[in-house]
């Protein structure tokens, strides 16, 4: 079963970028997947922002601002959410998901501060 | 508008077997493609994958928990139940369900969730 790694906690100011990071484990390269990112505030069910496989294959749920974008780092065998212009209410928990042989696979999931 | 809505006891003794129930509006699962699947969530920790059910009547289950777990459907009623057996402490969580949709392999959107609590 592949595990996907993600920091606990991150955090930047308003108006900065965020970088999160979800990280496969070696058994399993990134290039073959596509990386699903939630965002989930207190209280609330996870929400669909976006998926990542390429730069040409790509997409965001309906409704997510472009702040939000993917990508990867394949050196690192890393997906990537990059959430640009941080706004305060983008203070929340974001988890990254991959659908392996043997299913659906959660990330531990990053508690995201905007200071 | 496309809902989700769990539903089922909140409160299992270990060893029972607990029944969920999501009942679902703005969409068919008769469609090609689409699916519904249930997600949990303990306190405090990471969301985990247990189960999806398409509209052709495929189902995935997580390897953890294949053992323990049922996912049926009732078309007419839209409905999809998960049925899990021997019921622990540990599976206390919040349970969430969430349509697949035809098109892409996420879940969105997800039901508000239901905490269920195992104690004796």
């Known amino acids: 079963q592949p595990v996907l790694t993600q920091p606990p906690s991150s955090s930047a100011s308003p108006g900065e970028s965020a970088r999160l990071t979800c990280t496969l484990s070696s058994d399993i390269n990134i290039g073959g997947y596509n990386i699903y990112w939630y965002q989930q505030k207190p209280g609330s069910p996870p929400k669909y922002l976006l998926y990542y496989y390429s730069d040409s294959d790509q997409g965001r749920g309906s409704g997510v601002p472009s702040r939000f974008s993917g990508s990867t780092d394949a050196s690192a065998n890393t997906g990537i959410l990059v959430i640009s212009g941080l706004q305060s209410e983008d203070e929340a928990d974001y988890h990254c998901m991959i659908w392996s042989n043997s299913g659906g696979v959660f990330g531990g999931g990053t508690k995201l501060t905007v200071l | 508008q496309i809902t989700l809505k769990e539903s089922g006891r909140t409160l299992v003794k270990p060893s029972q077997t607990l029944t969920l129930t999501c009942t679902f509006s703005g969409f068919s699962l008769t469609s090609s493609g689409m699916g519904v699947g249930w997600i949990r969530q303990p306190p405090g920790k990471a969301l985990e994958w247990l189960a999806l059910l398409y509209s052709d009547g495929d189902k995935r289950y997580s390897p953890s928990l294949k053992s323990r777990l049922t996912i049926t459907k009732d078309t007419s009623k839209n409905q999809v139940v998960l049925t899990m057996t021997n019921m622990n402490p540990v599976d206390t969580a919040t349970y969430y369900c969430?349509?697949?949709?035809?098109?892409?392999?996420?879940?969105?959107?997800w039901g508000q969730g239901t905490l269920v609590t195992v104690s004796s």
């Open positions: 969430a349509r697949r949709p035809r098109v892409g392999a996420h879940f969105d959107p």
